[in-house]
């Protein structure tokens, strides 16, 4: 089974003395899905939520450091997360994971809220070439890697960093998507909106059922706010180097 374990703000807050780690404080989702630790399936940061694993995901060979990773199989095998409530209606989110597709320009969801096609967030690379960041609050709006293989390889480890901010004005200021810690051009549709669908009561899922990711993810972890370039770039360090 993937195991997961807590992040600990008060460890990773001890002697850093930098501004760059001030995006500790806003984490409120994280699943490591480490099949190494023993200590439980899921855990968010208020601790009062689990995950549920649907259709044996497995955990895979070893990222760095003799962690593991989940490995979800293309088909059905997910987790579902439950209902994060601070995704929903909110006016900025910072989504970030490690991800290793088997192959590229599939169909594979990496994660899903939704009620419907038309109010959603999803994450998910396309068998167009195409990586889809969508908002949808009732049409299709998204912000896409155009030709995600420019950035991302197959059977290769990346580091993915979503951040919406509806603060901000314009598509470019409101989603912003970093691969390995440098921002990447997206193509967009629609506009992205303000704040986030009302997404309430409906579960989230790492994978999507018959869409599930094709692949191994870790370190999952979701921000309630969104993390300037230079936070990311240190959210990215310390997970590289497992300091979460």
Same mark, same amino acid.
């Given at each position: 089974? #993937?195991?997961?374990?807590a992040? *600990?703000?008060?460890?990773?807050?001890s002697? &850093?003395?930098? /501004?760059?780690? %001030?995006? #500790? =404080?806003?984490?409120?989702g994280?699943?490591d &899905?480490?099949?190494n630790?023993?200590?439980?399936l899921?855990?968010?940061?208020?601790?009062?939520?689990?995950g549920?694993?649907?259709?044996?995901?497995?955990?895979?060979?070893?990222l760095?450091?003799? =962690?593991?990773?989940?490995?979800l199989?293309?088909?059905d095998?997910?987790v579902?997360?439950?209902d /994060?409530?601070?995704?929903?209606?909110?006016?900025?989110?910072?989504?970030?994971?490690w991800?290793?597709?088997?192959?590229?320009?599939q169909?594979?969801?990496?994660?899903d809220? =939704?009620?419907?096609?038309?109010?959603r #967030?999803s994450i998910?690379p396309w068998?167009?070439?195409?990586?889809?960041?969508v908002?949808n609050?009732?049409g299709?709006?998204?912000g896409?890697? &155009?030709?995600?293989?420019?950035?991302?390889?197959?059977?290769s480890?990346?580091h993915?960093a979503v951040?919406?901010?509806?603060?901000?004005?314009?598509?470019?200021?409101?989603l912003?998507?970093?691969v %390995?810690?440098a921002?990447?051009a997206? #193509?967009?549709?629609?506009?992205?909106?303000a704040?986030?669908p009302?997404?309430? *009561?409906?579960?989230?899922?790492?994978?999507?059922?018959?869409l599930s990711?094709?692949?191994?993810?870790?370190?999952?972890i979701i921000?309630?706010?969104?993390?300037s370039a230079r936070?990311? =770039?240190?959210?990215?360090?310390r997970?590289?180097?497992g300091?979460?």
């Amino acid at each position: 089974m #993937i195991l997961t374990r807590a992040l *600990s703000k008060g460890n990773l807050d001890s002697g &850093l003395g930098n /501004l760059d780690a %001030d995006w #500790i =404080r806003s984490v409120v989702g994280y699943w490591d &899905l480490n099949g190494n630790d023993p200590n439980g399936l899921a855990h968010d940061q208020a601790g009062d939520m689990h995950g549920t694993l649907v259709n044996a995901p497995t955990y895979a060979a070893s990222l760095l450091d003799g =962690r593991q990773a989940g490995e979800l199989n293309g088909n059905d095998a997910h987790v579902n997360v439950g209902d /994060l409530t601070y995704l929903n209606v909110v006016s900025q989110f910072t989504i970030a994971f490690w991800m290793n597709q088997d192959v590229l320009d599939q169909q594979d969801y990496i994660f899903d809220k =939704r009620v419907d096609d038309n109010n959603r #967030i999803s994450i998910a690379p396309w068998n167009n070439g195409a990586m889809y960041f969508v908002f949808n609050t009732g049409g299709g709006i998204n912000g896409r890697i &155009l030709f995600y293989s420019t950035v991302i390889s197959a059977n290769s480890w990346h580091h993915v960093a979503v951040v919406f901010d509806g603060t901000q004005t314009g598509n470019a200021n409101r989603l912003v998507v970093y691969v %390995d810690s440098a921002p990447v051009a997206l #193509i967009f549709t629609g506009t992205i909106p303000a704040v986030t669908p009302d997404l309430s *009561s409906e579960d989230a899922m790492i994978g999507l059922d018959a869409l599930s990711f094709d692949g191994k993810l870790f370190d999952f972890i979701i921000c309630n706010a969104a993390l300037s370039a230079r936070q990311a =770039r240190n959210l990215y360090w310390r997970s590289l180097h497992g300091e979460l």
